[in-house]
């Protein structure tokens, strides 16, 4: 066979195979890191040390949930990989694991995170990543920015709402009552507080005391003793 004609059939299966490659990998589903058509990879960060530990039973109640789907046949016949770390409630540790698992895990999203703190720490990242931040654990009213963070999104009614609720009865059934004031400082606390001065309108002279505390905090006794001398007769915290 002449050298032409063989270079020229040499080109030719180059390029059939070439054409059968991309035509298989055409028609391969394409999904987003952490998806595919055996399983999803769900990412969730709890605190299951620290001060907030108590709330580690939520992670651990969703762990046996997904359990229960997979056992059921998953999803679609998809299995929930559910991949959880602990924070400690500490939003630098947060971050660590945020990182962990949309960098190291490749989760195809981080599923209810617990905590005002941990999530403002890591809300900025994970849209920069463009990995949802799906139905945070906290009710700080900053969940609810879609034009700025739409990766994020909120779920449980909002602190300031609940506030107000708590005003509301007050007003009906203490309307000359005095309120001492307990919260945590930071985004929930402040919303709480800010629900209930709406909510009492022109009545939150009501609140004869108000005293702020860190969740870090190794004693709340001074807050505590201040808030009972000051003549209140309802505690709020």
């Known amino acids: ?38 399983e999803i990879k769900i990412g969730n960060i709890m605190p299951y040390s620290g001060p907030a530990s ?12 997904f359990d229960k789907v997979n056992a059921e046949g998953g999803i679609n016949g998809r299995k929930i990989k559910f991949i959880t770390y602990d924070d400690a409630y500490s939003p630098p540790k947060a971050i660590e694991q945020a990182r962990k698992l ?9 599923f209810q995170p617990l905590g005002t703190p941990s999530n403002s720490a890591i809300q900025k990242y994970m849209n920069a990543k463009k990995v949802p931040q799906l139905f945070v654990a906290t009710g700080a009213t900053k969940w609810g920015d879609p034009k700025n963070f739409p990766w994020t999104m909120g779920w449980q009614p909002n602190y300031q709402s609940e506030g107000r609720i708590y005003a509301k009865y007050v007003l009906d059934h203490f309307p000359s009552g005095k309120i001492a004031v307990f919260w945590q400082n930071d985004d929930a606390g402040r919303d709480q507080v800010k629900g209930l001065r709406e909510g009492l309108g022109d009545k939150a ?11 870090s905090d190794p004693s709340i006794d001074s807050q505590i003793v201040a808030l009972h001398d000051s003549g209140a007769d309802i505690f709020f915290s």
């Open 1 to 38: 066979m002449p050298a032409r004609m063989r270079g020229l059939m040499a080109m030719a299966a180059v390029a059939t195979a070439t054409i059968m490659t991309t035509t298989a990998a055409s028609a391969e589903k394409k999904y987003d890191p952490g998806a595919s058509d055996t």
């Open 54 to 65: 108590s709330y580690g039973v939520i992670g651990k109640t969703e762990a046996a949930y």
């Open 102 to 110: 949309v960098e190291g895990d490749e989760v195809l999203l981080i």
């Open 205 to 215: 002279n009501m609140i004869v005391a108000d005293k702020s505390y860190e969740v």
